[in-house]
C-alpha cells in the first residue's frame, strides 16, 4: 500500500530513536530519585523483577517488530492489514496468556515475590506495554508520530507518578505501576485509532500457528540478545546479596538506555532490505553497516569517558562502584553496532536463514554455560555480556563467509 525509498529508513529511524529516547532516556531522568529512595538494595530487588519482565517482553515481542513490520509495508489492501493485524494480535494475546499462567506458578518460589505478592502482578501489567506496543503496524503504515506522541506522553506521566507516589523501599511495586497504567492508556487510545482505519479480521487458529513459525527466526535473534541481557541480575540475584545485583543493574541500565538508538536503525533496515534486488540491497546493507557501527562506537565511547560522572551524578555516591561496571559495557557499542549489521542487516537479508539460527543458538549455549562457570560479580558479568556480542559478530561475520563461499562454488 505504501511505495518507499530505499533512503527513507532514516527519517523512519529518526522517528524509532523519539520513541526509543521516550522508552530509555526519560525514565533516566527518575534513576537519581528512585537510587535516593530504594538504595542499592532495592535497585536490585526491582532488577530482578524487571529482568523477569524482560522475558516476558521478549517473548510477547517475538520479532513481530521486524516480520510484521515488513509483511504490513508489503500489503496490497486494507483487508490484507486487517488479516495481518488479527493474526499477530490473537498470537500476542495467546503468548501472553501462557506467560501470565507461568509467571503464577513460577515467581512465587523466589524470595522477593513472596515477600510481595502485588510484584507479580505490578510485572504483569508492566510487560503488556513493553511487547504489545503495535510498533509493527504504526511502522508498516508509516503513522509512528502518533505513536512516538503516545509513548512520549505514557513516559512522563510514568515519571510524574514516580515521583508523586513512590516514597519508600517498599513501594517496589509501586514502582512499576505507576508507569504501566499511563502507557496501557496512552498506548491503548492510539492503537485504537489505528485499529479503527486498519480494521480487524479474526484469524483461525492455523493462521495465528503459520504466523508464529513464519517470525519464529527472529524471535530466537531478539530473544538470544535479550535473554542474555535479563538473565545477567536474574542470575545473580539468585547467589548475591542485592545490592550486588543494584550495582551491575544500575550501570546495565545507563548503558542500555545509549545503545538503544541502535535499534532503529536495525528495525527500519530489516524490512527494506528484504525488499530491494541485490544491488541496491548491498549499497543500503554497506551504508547501514558504516552506521550502525559509527553509531555504535561514539557511544561507546561516550559511556566508558563519561562513566566517572554520569554515575555519580545518576545514581549518587553510593553507586560508585557501577562506574567500573560501565565502562566495561561501554565495549557493547562498537561490538552491538558490529553484530546487528552482520546479523538482521546482512545475512537474515541475503537468506541465510539456517546459519543465522546456528549462530544465536551456538553462543546461546556457550554463554549459559560460561554463566554457571564464572564468578558471580558485577563486573564478571558485565564481562560477559560484552563476550556475548563478540561472540555474536565473529560468528554472523563467519556465517556471512561461509554462505558466499558456497554461493560462489
Known amino acids: ?91 500476542q494475546a495467546g503468548l501472553y496468556l501462557i506467560c501470565a499462567f507461568l509467571a503464577v506458578l513460577i515467581l512465587p518460589r523466589f524470595a522477593i515475590f513472596r515477600e510481595d505478592s502485588l510484584l507479580i502482578l505490578s510485572t504483569l501489567l508492566w510487560v503488556i506495554p513493553q511487547g504489545i506496543s503495535l510498533q509493527w503496524l504504526f511502522q508498516g503504515l508509516d503513522r509512528l508520530p502518533l505513536l512516538a506522541m503516545a509513548t512520549l506522553g505514557a513516559r ?3 515519571l510524574a507518578g514516580l515521583f508523586a507516589f513512590v ?67 536474574f542470575l545473580l540475584g539468585c547467589v548475591a546479596p542485592p545490592d550486588v545485583v543494584g550495582f551491575y543493574a544500575a550501570a546495565e541500565r ?14 527500519t533496515l530489516f524490512p527494506r532490505l ?26 561507546g ?6 562513566a566517572p560522572y554520569l554515575v555519580p551524578l545518576l545514581l549518587g555516591e553510593r553507586f560508585r562502584p557501577a562506574i567500573e561496571v560501565l565502562r566495561i559495557l561501554a565495549a557493547l ?16 537479508a541475503e537468506r541465510g536463514d539456517a546459519l543465522f539460527l546456528t549462530v544465536v543458538l551456538t553462543v546461546a549455549c556457550g554463554v549459559l554455560l560460561l554463566m554457571l562457570l564464572i564468578e558471580p560479580r558485577a563486573t564478571g558479568m558485565a564481562w560477559l555480556m560484552v ?3 563478540g561472540f555474536l559478530a565473529l560468528g554472523f561475520a563467519c556465517a556471512l563467509r561461509f554462505r558466499r563461499q558456497v554461493v560462489a562454488a
Open 254 to 267: 545507563v548503558a542500555k538506555a545509549a545503545l538503544s538508538f541502535l535499534d532503529p536503525l536495525t528495525l
Open 1 to 91: 500500500m505504501h511505495t518507499k525509498s530505499p533512503d527513507s529508513w532514516l527519517r523512519s529511524a529518526a522517528f524509532l530513536s523519539l520513541i526509543q529516547f521516550a522508552n530509555q532516556l526519560i525514565p533516566l531522568i527518575s534513576i537519581p530519585y528512585l537510587a535516593s529512595v530504594l538504595g542499592p538494595d532495592g535497585w536490585g530487588r526491582l532488577a530482578i523483577a524487571q529482568s523477569f519482565g524482560l522475558y516476558l517482553t521478549t517473548v510477547l515481542e517475538y520479532g513481530f517488530n521486524l516480520s510484521a513490520t515488513r509483511e504490513v509495508a508489503a500489503a496490497s489492501s486494507q483487508a490484507a492489514i486487517a488479516a495481518i493485524v488479527g493474526r499477530v494480535l490473537a498470537a
Open 333 to 348: 557499542g562498537p561490538l552491538s553496532g558490529l553484530s546487528q549489521a552482520l546479523g538482521p542487516t546482512w545475512l537474515l
Open 301 to 306: 565511547g561516550a559511556l566508558f569517558v563519561g
Open 387 to 389: 563476550a556475548t556480542q
Open 167 to 233: 516514597r519508600r523501599p517498599e513501594d517496589l511495586a509501586l514502582t512499576q505501576l505507576v508507569q504501566a497504567v499511563p502507557s496501557l492508556l496512552l498506548l491503548g487510545a492510539a492503537a485504537s485509532v489505528i485499529l479503527s482505519e486498519t480494521g480487524l479480521r479474526q484469524p483461525r487458529l492455523a493462521e495465528v500457528w503459520t504466523t508464529l513459525r513464519a517470525s519464529f527466526l527472529l524471535f530466537v535473534y531478539r530473544a538470544g540478545l535479550n535473554v542474555h541481557a535479563a538473565a545477567m541480575a
Open 274 to 299: 528484504s525488499a530491494l534486488a541485490s544491488g541496491p540491497k548491498r549499497k543500503l546493507a554497506w551504508r547501514g553497516t558504516g552506521t550502525l557501527l559509527l553509531v555504535g562506537t561514539l557511544l
Open 156 to 158: 512522563l506521566l510514568g
